[in-house]
């Protein structure tokens, strides 16, 4: 089975808003020295949630979404109780494969950015290569 893509357009946006609490602080999700500001794979998995949340309103149910890769820049720290909004902006598109510029801010300024890939797939092509893994295979 394959995902049906031909509705998605090729121009996307979406923005999220969270506020930041104590179990999104990098001291929380494993920073040794309790940094306790928001944590940067938090700030990654917002950029991840935000592109897929984009593309979600124009794919079946056979079909999920994966992250391929990743690259950002976190150069503000986030204290809890600020909110961080999150935005998702397609650039490109290539096949399966979405291609996004990504950005947030904590409302006193941009805190992080980055470059985000990620596809559609079949789910049972996902079943597939777990079984695949689970049976020792590549």
């Known amino acids: 089975m394959t995902c049906m893509l031909d509705n998605i357009p090729g121009q996307l946006r979406h923005s999220l808003r969270r506020m930041v609490t104590e179990d999104m602080t990098a001291g929380a999700i494993g920073n040794p020295t309790a940094v306790p500001v928001l944590g940067t794979p938090i700030v990654l998995g917002l950029f991840e949630m935000a592109a897929a949340q984009a593309l979600l ?19 503000s720290p986030t204290p809890v109780g600020l909110t961080v909004e999150v935005t998702a902006d397609l650039q490109l598109r290539q096949g399966n494969k979405f291609f996004w510029t990504v950005s947030a801010t904590d409302g006193q300024g941009t805190i992080a950015q980055g470059a985000l890939t990620s596809a559609v797939i079949p789910q049972d092509a996902l079943a597939r290569r777990i079984r695949q893994k689970q049976a020792g295979r590549s």
Do not use: Q, Y
Not at 57 to 71: M, R, T
């Open 57 to 75: 309103p124009f794919l079946d149910a056979s079909c999920l979404i994966v992250g391929l890769e990743a690259s950002l820049s976190h150069t």
